[in-house]
């Protein structure tokens, strides 16, 4: 299917990434943030592509590529936060709608990883264009200590490479839910990760997410996955994840079987893609409702 190209001029900071035809649609618009060490590709993947399973059901994706990822410009290395990426992609999204909001109801943005701090971030700031929902996934407060002390011990200063055996450790589930060959194929949507993102988020991170999550007042999907292995993850802590977000006039949360880290890589990941345009379109609906 074809895409084009996106280029946001983020009050002087460039933000770019790939979108749908965006030729209009009675559904929401979907902005997809990305995590860390993948760039905007990530929901583009052969096979197990966000866009393509958006198109099929009518609805149209803009994925960004987060400051200092693919063709957006990064950022100085004092500046990299989950707050500043917040603040350039506000500006980047109200951009992004006075060019083509005319042609949708409003907007749900879909953040995965680092991607999914960064919406709770975006929405906590009450932007100004129609943000309808945000659907999340891949993100927590509790992380295992494996996990914190690896990130600790990377080399400072420098953007960290994961290799491709080390994706498959901390990214996927079993053998069985995934095809074999699915690390190769998404080579081409990873890239080298800021290590103050990894520090943040095992960091910062957990002691800011309930303050930053009760700040939400729109409707939130939040799923996480059974074999997660960068979040402490269980039917308890999901639910206590969720339960940040006080403020928020709906809470859908789940626990999917089947499904690692980089979900829409996964053999369910179908599945999972689904959940998240099924939300989406709810949102539209709501706003309907609303008036």
Not at 67 to 76: C, E, F, H, M
């Amino acid at each position: 299917m074809s895409r084009r190209a996106v280029s946001l001029d983020a009050g002087g900071h460039h933000i770019g990434g790939i979108a749908t035809e965006l030729q209009g649609s009675d559904h929401p618009l979907i902005v997809a943030l990305h995590g860390g060490s993948y760039t905007s590709n990530y929901f583009d993947v052969p096979g197990h592509s966000l866009l393509d399973a958006a198109t099929a059901n009518g609805i149209d994706v803009v994925a960004l590529d987060r400051p200092g990822y693919g063709s957006s410009a990064a950022l100085p290395a004092g500046e990299v936060s989950f707050a500043r990426n917040a603040e350039i992609l506000d500006v980047a999204i109200e951009r992004l709608w006075s060019e083509h909001g005319q042609r949708y109801p409003g907007l749900v943005v879909v953040g995965h990883s680092i991607g999914a701090a960064i919406t709770i971030h975006l929405a906590a700031r009450r932007p100004r264009w129609p943000l309808l929902g945000v659907a999340l996934s891949g993100i927590h407060d509790l992380a295992p200590d494996p996990v914190r002390s690896a990130w600790d011990a990377m080399p400072a200063d420098q953007p960290v490479v994961f290799a491709p055996q080390q994706r498959r450790m901390f990214f996927y589930g079993p053998d069985w839910t995934i095809e074999p060959d699915i690390v190769e194929r998404a080579a081409g949507s990873t890239a080298p990760v800021p290590l103050a993102e990894l520090l943040e988020v095992v960091g910062q991170w957990p002691q800011t997410a309930a303050a930053l999550a009760s700040q939400v007042h729109v409707p939130v999907q939040y799923v996480a996955f059974e074999f997660e292995q960068l979040w402490t993850i269980d039917a308890d802590t999901v639910e206590s994840f969720a339960g940040h977000f006080e403020s928020a006039p709906l809470v859908a949360c789940e626990l999917m079987t089947g499904i690692g880290h980089v979900a829409d890589h996964h053999r369910n990941g179908r599945a999972f893609q689904l959940r998240q345009l099924a939300f989406a379109l709810d949102c539209g609906e709501r706003m309907r409702r609303a008036g």
